[in-house]
């Protein structure tokens, strides 16, 4: 449920009624808009008793159920978009912002050119896997510890905010003390447990679809984030599994549409795992800008051909700053629409 106030509610009446919720058993979520002041309350109808009762209140302009799932991540609860720092940059409410860097963390040399070359171009969020889930046991996992050393040590150079994945509950903290972003990657997507533990770790969270998860899954594993502590979630949408074989997997566009109708939630896409071919992340990276997405975050390799994973979808770092001036015509364009 939301409680709206009427405008210019006294402090004193929020805090009652915000106690009065708790009271009743439910945790009650305080957001302070431009006219009005609502109140989320978190909790089981079923359980604990009904909040119709405020409507009577005289500071109460309404009191409103919320139907979806994922109440805190709704529009319903939260009408204007959300943004998100990471570290020192803004992405979601107008802020566009490409996210780039190697899939997996190889050496100090890699990473330093590639946060080199893509720094020249313009971004200023790197990303690169310390730890790496790949499909085969026989297939390169990341350089662990190491990898983490050398992204603190990149981020340090050249002061940059850093996004790496977390794959278990039992480094969620030694990443936590490197990284400003902590990214869920599809195949945890609906791993509450792992959304719990990340929620508590006091970074924004990056949180993929699943490769077979709806959008109210998808959702809802936000709400995970948010309800257990964390507030500054990123949805970032990478293809989902289908029938198709032309691309790694079908990008759907459609969903990301669809988010940010129903999310406050900054909303953005992934096209280097989507295509699964460098040729494609360009026109899939236009796509995502067109449809309204608030960043793409991409993949890109000093040398792609000696990669040690993706290397077919990674653009040579060295030519990052053309595939930005390619883009720049379609960002600027979504920002005068």
């Known amino acids: 449920m939301i409680i709206v106030f009427k405008p210019h509610t006294p402090e004193d009446k929020i ?8 009271h009743l058993g439910y945790e009650p979520r305080v957001i302070k808009g431009v006219e009005h002041t609502v109140i989320g309350a978190v909790g089981d109808e079923k359980i604990h008793r009904s909040l119709e009762i405020f409507k009577s209140f005289p500071c109460v302009a309404d009191v409103i159920p919320i139907q979806k799932r994922y109440k805190l991540a709704s529009r319903e609860y939260h009408e204007s978009d959300s943004f998100v720092m990471i570290g020192k940059e803004k992405i979601g409410a107008g802020n566009f912002q ?22 020249a171009a313009g971004v200023r969020i790197l990303r690169g896997g310390a730890y790496k889930p790949r499909t085969s046991p026989y297939d390169f996992q990341g350089l662990g510890e190491e990898g983490l050393q050398i992204l603190k040590e990149i981020k340090e150079e050249f002061n940059m905010p850093v996004i790496t994945e977390i794959l278990g509950v039992t480094h969620v903290k030694q990443v936590a003390e490197v990284a400003d972003c902590l990214q869920i990657g599809a195949r945890n997507c609906q791993n509450y447990h792992l959304l719990e ?6 970074r924004p969270v990056l949180l993929k679809r699943g490769m077979a998860s709806t959008v109210e899954e998808w959702l809802s594993a936000a709400e995970y984030l948010i309800v257990h502590g964390c507030p500054n979630v990123i949805l970032c949408e990478r293809g989902i599994r289908t029938f198709e074989t032309a691309t790694r997997s ?9 988010a940010k109708r129903e999310t406050h939630l900054p909303v953005i896409v992934d096209p280097s795992h989507a295509a699964g071919k460098v040729d494609l992340v360009l026109p899939l990276s236009r796509a995502a800008v067109a449809v309204g997405a608030d960043g793409i975050i991409v993949e890109t390799h000093p040398d792609p051909v000696n990669a040690t994973s993706d290397a077919a979808q ?4 060295g030519k990052f700053g053309e595939f930005i001036k390619s883009l720049t015509p379609i960002i600027e364009a979504m920002r005068k629409a």
């Open 15 to 22: 805090n009652e009624v915000s106690k009065m919720i708790e």
């Open 98 to 119: 490409v996210i780039a860097g190697p899939c997996a963390v190889e050496s100090r040399e890699q990473m330093r050119q590639a946060a080199k070359d893509i720094y």
């Open 197 to 202: 533990h990340v929620a508590n770790a006091g």
């Open 250 to 258: 079908t990008l759907d566009l459609g969903a990301v549409a669809v």
């Open 314 to 317: 990674q653009i040579p770092s």
